[in-house]
């Protein structure tokens, strides 16, 4: 049996690094418990700790200031009315989310396809409104943009059955930990009450006013600015990224430990929260860090471009540079998303963690594999489609009930709509992020322990080689 498992793990190894003795990667090891990146921790919460006393010293003086001032005001919107709204539009979204993941487990495969060629049909309504109301240059870019998809489609197409196999790996490996469909939301909720504490703390900032010589103004300095943007989007990719190491680590137990994480709510899922919010914790921080860095700076060079007073030199160096911000941050979020699988699987610091993943895809070849989205682009659709329906039920509940919706008169039936849909996409993004967090993890997983996957999945594993095969004949040793 073992050296079954060993011709496994040796097939999947291309031709051409079989042989490669010199090769510097090795396969993964737990690390010893230890907080790595402590300092990024620390960092982390003191500037969530300076939020919270600027949202208690300055805020909530304003805040209350804000509210004796407008205490006069009065408004014909039903709150009650929205509540129950929010109420039904979500568990609308949650119940078209959950569908969806049975949908996508049926026919993998055919849904992929259908968001390949989704996205070909978009492309193609844009070209032709742009001809038919006359706009000759955004039609020319229409073709252009068209055929890139028709490129790229006709190039990916062959790719579809091992991404369908990956899905629906994923989608198995969420479903047998749905537990962690809970921890999502729970910290989707974290992450709102810290927005609410981060407007608070921005009130007081802006409420407070710098006197220079006897005179006063409320303009906010670009410093302040500055740190309270940097303090915002740290949190949020804090929280998002920590999510992400959750389900990495949950993933991972699934696939080499089947018996610890095969249930709702498993030893996997809580030994991987509780690595992800302790000894891992600085990494998550150490990475999410520097994307906020790049996300401030690019909201800040917005702001700039928005200025009427820049003339056409500056106006043209800021598009520049909010260019090369968007690239980076691109790069950088890729990289977050496979170094932090690394974080969750094993433990390593985020340098290491970094460096292991991408010397894994150097080395097994498996680099052009990276670089396809047709999971994600799937995922979107169905975000998509969920986020329609669950505006359907908003206009469901402004026929049915109109006295919820009356406050906003006539456009109370597009606020039934969007404010549904927005709900939908909000929910639905959650719950199939936790799909693309798990079938990241099983592209890496594959590459790591085949021989394991074999043993613990067997069934599972046949079809992922089989589709390996099929798709990449000249990059595996089969």
Sequence with gaps: ??????????????????????????????????????????????????????????????????????????????????????????????????????????????????????????????????????????????????????????????????????????????????????????????????????????????????????VCSSNVSWAYLFFMLLALFWTEQVLQNTVHVIIAGVVGTWWFSPEEASSCCSKGIMDSFIRATTTSFGSICFGSLLVAIIETLKTLVQSARADDDNGGCAAFLLCLVECLLNCLEGILEYFNKFAYIYVGLYGYSYLEAGKNVFTLFQQKGWTVIINDDLVSNTLSLFCLVIGLLAGAVGLIMNETNPSWFEGFQEAGMGVAFGFSFLIGIVISSIMLSLVDSSVNTVVVCFAEGPAEFEQNHPKLSSEMREAWMKVYPSECGF
């Design 1 to 214: 049996m073992a050296s079954e498992e060993d011709n496994v793990g040796q097939s999947l190894l291309p031709p051409e690094n079989v042989d490669n003795p010199d090769g510097e990667w090795t396969k993964g090891e737990p690390q010893p418990a230890a907080c790595r990146d402590a300092w990024a921790a620390i960092l982390f919460y003191a500037q969530f700790i300076a939020i919270a006393v600027v949202a208690g010293v300055l805020g909530v003086p304003a805040v209350k200031e804000f509210d004796e001032n407008n205490a006069d005001d009065v408004t014909d919107v039903d709150y009650t009315g929205l509540i129950y709204a929010t109420l039904v539009a979500g568990v609308s979204s949650f119940a078209f989310s959950a569908v969806s993941l049975f949908v996508m487990s049926m026919c993998p495969k055919f849904l992929i396809q259908i968001s390949l060629l989704f996205s070909l049909a978009a492309s193609a309504i844009v070209m032709v409104y742009s001809f038919m109301i006359g706009s000759i240059g955004g039609g020319i870019i229409g073709i252009i943009f068209f055929l890139i998809s028709c490129c790229y489609a006709w190039a990916v197409w062959r790719r579809i059955p091992f991404a369908a196999a990956n899905l629906n790996t994923g989608l198995t490996a969420v479903k047998k930990n749905w537990g962690v469909v809970l921890v999502a939301y729970v910290v989707t909720v974290v992450s709102f009450f810290y927005s609410v504490l981060w407007m608070t703390a921005l009130a007081g900032v802006y409420n407070k006013e710098e006197c220079v010589n006897g």
